[in-house]
């Protein structure tokens, strides 16, 4: 195994028409305590203004049909560090992100995910859902606005991410954690509450909600986009 200190981390963030948020997280990126091996930007819409953000960040820019599933396992297959991290554009990662990462591979983890915390103003509904979401995720699977991360080596093994676009990380997850300990980080990661405003608080969680369990009854992603999409009135799932 290679030792924690010399451990490569590769971010990958697929990115669908969402340039400003992009540009504010490779900022952040840029002032984490430690730098990533590489940071890679899979778009799906082919704008020329995310190839620009890439270029003034230095960060490799691929683009790929629009889906998170597929923009993320082009990602995955062109990253080279022992470890992938998992990225959505409008996330706010700590800036020990990295730091919290190797010393859950020291403990023996081969990956793991952070805690749920909204950005923003404070508001006791935000508090209240995020907290429900984390206990939700200790007792069940991360979802991919968490900050997924995992070896390299246990990601192609694990299969990888399925072209699909919702749910795309629970079949990964659950066969990672046969392969090894996958652990909840207590560090937060910030998550943007943009889609909940949009939608209305409530409606966006019953919403949420309603997807999940179509999803343990069996229903293919497939068909639970079709109810995002008349939903929330887009093509795609956020990226």
Same mark, same amino acid.
């Given at each position: 195994?290679?030792?924690?200190?010399?451990?490569?981390?590769?971010?990958?963030?697929?990115?669908?028409?969402?340039?400003?948020?992009?540009?504010?997280?490779?900022?952040?990126?840029?002032?984490?305590?430690?730098?990533?091996?590489?940071?890679?930007?899979?778009?799906?819409?082919?704008?020329?203004?995310?190839?620009?953000?890439?270029?003034?960040?230095?960060?490799?820019?691929?683009?790929?049909?629009?889906?998170?599933?597929?923009?993320?396992?082009?990602g995955a297959l062109r990253?080279?560090?022992?470890?992938?991290?998992?990225?959505?554009?409008?996330?706010?990662?700590?800036?020990?992100?990295?730091?919290?990462?190797?010393?859950?591979?020291?403990?023996?983890?081969?990956?793991?995910?952070?805690?749920?915390?909204? =950005?923003? $103003?404070? &508001?006791?509904?935000?508090?209240? *859902?995020?907290?429900? !979401?984390? #206990?939700?995720? %200790?007792?069940?699977?991360?979802?991919?606005?968490?900050?997924?991360?995992?070896?390299?080596?246990?990601?192609?093994?694990?299969?990888?991410?399925?072209?699909?676009?919702?749910?795309?990380?629970?079949?990964?997850?659950? =066969?990672? $954690?046969? &392969?090894?300990?996958?652990?909840? *980080?207590?560090?937060? !990661?910030? #998550?943007?509450? %943009?889609?909940?405003?949009?939608?209305?608080?409530?409606?966006?969680?019953?919403?949420?909600?309603?997807?999940?369990?179509?999803?343990?009854?069996?229903?293919?992603?497939d068909i639970l986009v079709?109810?995002?999409?008349?939903?929330?009135?887009?093509?795609?799932?956020?990226?």
């Amino acid at each position: 195994m290679t030792p924690v200190h010399d451990i490569s981390i590769s971010i990958v963030i697929p990115v669908l028409g969402d340039t400003p948020a992009l540009s504010a997280l490779l900022e952040t990126l840029q002032s984490l305590d430690n730098e990533p091996h590489e940071t890679i930007i899979v778009d799906g819409a082919n704008d020329p203004s995310v190839t620009a953000c890439c270029q003034r960040y230095g960060c490799i820019n691929l683009n790929a049909r629009p889906g998170r599933g597929h923009q993320l396992h082009t990602g995955a297959l062109r990253a080279s560090g022992d470890v992938i991290w998992f990225l959505h554009a409008d996330a706010e990662p700590p800036h020990e992100g990295i730091e919290f990462i190797r010393r859950a591979l020291r403990a023996g983890a081969i990956g793991g995910s952070f805690r749920f915390r909204f =950005t923003g $103003r404070p &508001a006791w509904y935000k508090s209240m *859902l995020a907290k429900l !979401i984390n #206990v939700r995720c %200790r007792f069940g699977t991360p979802y991919g606005d968490q900050g997924i991360f995992i070896r390299n080596t246990t990601y192609i093994q694990s299969g990888g991410f399925p072209d699909t676009a919702l749910f795309e990380e629970v079949p990964l997850v659950r =066969t990672a $954690r046969s &392969a090894g300990r996958f652990v909840s *980080l207590d560090a937060p !990661i910030g #998550v943007s509450p %943009r889609r909940w405003e949009r939608d209305g608080w409530i409606r966006r969680t019953l919403g949420n909600r309603l997807l999940a369990i179509g999803y343990m009854l069996g229903l293919s992603p497939d068909i639970l986009v079709r109810y995002y999409r008349f939903a929330t009135h887009k093509e795609q799932p956020e990226c």
